[in-house]
């Protein structure tokens, strides 16, 4: 037996049989207590029966406020966007909302599953809004903007009306609204550490089909989708690549620029031919094709941040940034930002 | 002519167009004279330029290259050690279209070109929920509080100082082969298979962080494992899976974790779905009711036939794949060929593979070689001679609860084709006469 875990018996033989709540600290001078103040700086997380919910409120119209500074240029002005996430809204009912489930599902006539339709827990929506939102600047929401945006998305749901103040007093009653409340089981075999499987194939070895029907193929577009296929396997071995269409090998054709952009961060909220949080790249060149003082005007307001030219939301200072990266990253986008 | 191999009678399939399609209809009927022409036509124009006597013989053994008559390069002059210039198409790459920011997506490991079971840890795949980062280990912080006799704070020293284990696991992504649910989808096996990696992981098991802070096990049911990043990924992990074999590891394949995996400090969570795996790990909370978070209440639900969502499925069951020959490759001839893949379960070690080239009418046992460990990768290789005719590969894992690897009509009878996640069904890889190998579904 080794000195460790001698020590590690020792100790679990110094704090009585388990079972029972044991004294904390086994290991002479490794960790200590946390303070009150550090568990209340991490501890965010609320659980479904709200425990950990902070107090405070906000209206819708505080949300909507919120949300088209802070959350449209992602999620649409409804929610309803799916240019660069999921939509958050759409696909419910009156009647979902009554029955707590979601006859989408049922009637199996969803396009697309949205957050509403999914979420069976309205804490699940205030925790990832407070841990995560908004994309570029998680965590930097108060409590009552928290509230307030989760009022506006609740309302564009129909689940709460237009004057609705959203607080920890009336949560669990809007929680009874949630149109897929009813609509999730654990009872399946990959939760529980035993959990039971439910499907029950038979290894059988001999003669096991009469017949083997192609059910699905690759289809030739699906094939040519992912680059040269020739340039993402070995030059020797027991096989080959095979070459396929598609636009060329990603990696093999990349432009500096683009591996400069990405290794910067800038591709967070911006993006080539779409914006995300911030313009494209490409519209930010036809903004400023004519523009002598472009390039002076862009390094600067990537260096110092700037706001008010694209939208509400503005673009923090890229301190990180070495000049001459910034200076290559403007020339890249002002040419057009070529992929390759 | 100067791409041809050297060897005599051996062929490189080459769509990219040295052999004419009459010329593949030749080779596949077993005619290939013309090869050894070509050949004859190459040594000659190699015995015309560099020697004066034409000797016979392939020129890489003939002409004494380079690398034997020159010096070569010092040690150190790479400190971090990189791979050949050659082995520069097998890297993780994402696929194309699946997501729309680049921060909150997923990149695949090339399993088609890996051997053995550990994944280079510059290969591991990767999946982030808000882009991440390299933190500065000095300055990182676990938290663990909740149910615990004393909430308390451990430093990366405190943790590194603690008996540690090290032990070798698979971590598969829930959605990994979840493009293929409905229909065949993507080319390859890095894209249908490639959430999946294994390494050795090095930590301290979190049992002994929970002993050490007092965990209160007569109330306590589940943990809470939250993650540092902007994200602060959450999830909850069950008690008895979190005192059974998780680790709170720092170490992986012999250093410290690469930042993308999670550095300086991550959950292990042995046979569960990768975004168990907390990234960049701030804090373990004990509580007595799961908390229904983000990813295990709106992503990583399984949708079912009757329109219910499976919440908190987290085990990877048994499931298997042939990683040589697989979708988008082309093998050199007819011939000799050894079957490779790779077969893991959640739920143990792997017991058996079989390997069918008929479609699943008929199955051989392939051999599995060492180690074979719990929840980890295990590598199966197979003898086949290929006589030149169609053929469809299949592999089928059993592991030790005797759980036999599903077919896609059995896993569709239970979950429909509408789910994302979990979907462990056989793959099957269809050759055809021209040595192309491509993605399919059969019944």
């Known amino acids: 037996m080794s000195r460790f875990s001698e020590l590690l018996l020792s100790a679990v033989l110094l704090c009585g049989s388990p079972g029972a709540a044991e004294a904390a600290g086994h290991f002479p001078n490794l960790g200590r207590a946390a303070t009150p103040d550090e568990v209340k700086a991490w501890d965010i997380d609320v659980r479904p029966d709200f425990k950990g919910l902070p107090p405070g409120s906000g209206t819708v119209a505080h949300g909507a406020d919120v949300w088209e500074a802070k959350c449209a240029s992602c999620h649409g002005t409804f929610g309803e966007s799916n240019e660069v996430f999921t939509p958050l809204v759409g696909g419910t009912t009156k009647e979902d909302i009554e029955t707590g489930r979601v006859g989408a599902y049922i009637r199996g006539d969803a396009p697309q599953r949205t957050t509403l339709m999914k979420v069976a827990t309205v804490s699940t929506l205030w925790d990832y809004i407070n841990r995560a939102m908004p994309w570029n600047a998680p965590k930097s929401l108060t409590h009552d903007e928290v509230y307030a945006v989760l009022a506006y998305i609740l309302n564009l749901g129909d689940i709460v009306p237009a004057d609705f103040t959203l607080s920890d007093k009336n949560i669990a009653d809007v929680q009874k609204r949630l149109p897929n409340r009813n609509g999730m089981t654990t009872k399946h075999g990959l939760w529980d550490i035993k959990g039971k499987p439910d499907t029950k194939n038979v290894a059988c070895m001999k003669n096991c089909t009469s017949h083997v029907t192609l059910a699905s193929s690759l289809p030739e577009y699906a094939r040519d989708a992912h680059g040269d296929l020739a340039e993402q396997n070995r030059k020797v071995g027991a096989v080959r690549g095979q070459h396929t269409g598609g636009d060329g090998d990603a990696v093999a054709t990349v432009n500096p620029g683009v591996a400069l952009m990405k290794s910067q961060g800038c591709s967070g909220c911006h993006g080539i031919g779409n914006g995300i949080v911030g313009p494209a790249f490409r519209d930010v060149a036809k903004r400023y094709k004519n523009d002598k003082d472009a390039e002076s005007r862009l390094v600067g307001h990537v260096k110092n941040g700037s706001g008010g030219n694209w939208g509400d939301i503005a673009m923090p200072a890229q301190t990180q940034v070495s000049d001459a990266d910034v200076t290559a990253l403007i020339r890249w986008i002002l040419s057009g930002s070529p992929e390759n | ?443």
Not at chain 2, 126 to 145: C, F, K, S, T, Y
Not at chain 2, 394 to 417: H, K, M, N
Request: glycine letters at 10%; charged letters at 20%; aromatic letters at 8%.
């Open chain 2, 1 to 443: 002519m100067s791409q041809l191999p050297a060897r005599p009678g051996r062929i490189r399939r080459a769509p990219e167009g040295f052999l004419s399609p009459r010329d593949i209809r030749e080779v596949a009927a077993g005619r290939r004279d013309f090869l050894r022409n070509a050949f004859v036509a190459a040594s000659t124009a190699v015995a015309g330029s560099s020697l004066a006597l034409a000797a016979e013989g392939d020129p890489a053994i003939l002409d004494l290259p380079e690398h034997s008559k020159t010096l070569g390069r010092p040690v150190a002059e790479r400190p971090y050690g990189t791979p050949s210039q050659y082995e520069a198409g097998l890297r993780r790459r994402e696929s194309p279209g699946l997501t729309r920011v680049a921060q909150s997506s997923v990149s695949f490991a090339p399993l088609q070109g890996m051997f053995g079971i550990i994944t280079p840890s510059g290969l591991h795949f990767e999946r982030h929920h808000q882009g991440w980062h390299d933190i500065d280990p000095a300055r990182h912080r676990l938290m663990v509080n909740g149910l615990v006799k004393e909430a308390r704070v451990y430093t990366m020293d405190d943790l590194m100082r603690m008996p540690s284990v090290s032990r070798i696991h698979f971590i598969e992504c829930g959605a990994n082969t979840g493009m293929e649910w409905g229909n065949v989808a993507v080319p390859t096996v890095q894209y249908s298979h490639g959430m999946l990696s294994c390494s050795e992981f090095t930590g301290v098991p979190l049992s002994v962080l929970l002993d050490d802070c007092g965990i209160d096990l007569k109330r306590a049911k589940f943990v809470f494992a939250e993650g540092a990043d902007g994200s602060s990924m959450t999830r909850t992990i069950s008690l008895d899976r979190a005192l059974d074999d998780v680790l709170v590891a720092w170490g992986q394949n012999g250093e410290m974790l690469r930042p993308e995996n999670g550095y300086p400090l991550r959950l292990v969570v042995p046979g569960v779905q990768g975004v168990s795996w907390v990234k960049w790990l701030r804090r373990i909370e004990v509580g007595d009711q799961p908390w229904a978070t983000k990813d295990e209440a709106v992503h990583y639900i399984d949708l079912l036939p009757d329109g219910t969502h499976r919440q908190y499925t987290s085990l990877q069951e048994c499931k298997s794949v042939i990683t040589t020959p697989s979708g988008g490759q082309t093998l050199l001839d007819r011939g000799f060929h050894n079957i490779s893949g790779l077969a893991w379960s959640g739920r143990g070690r792997v017991k058996r593979v079989d390997v069918s080239t008929d479609g699943g009418r008929n199955w051989r046992t392939a051999r599995l070689e060492t180690p074979v460990l719990t929840k980890a990768l295990t590598r199966f290789n197979i003898d086949w001679v290929w006589d030149g005719s169609p053929a469809i590969l299949q592999s089928r894992a059993i592991d030790e609860t005797g759980f036999v690897q599903p077919s896609y009509a059995q896993l569709r009878a239970v979950r429909g084709t509408r789910s994302i996640y979990h979907n462990n069904a056989i793959q099957s890889w269809k050759l055809a006469e021209t040595g192309d190998v491509s993605n399919v579904q059969v019944f």
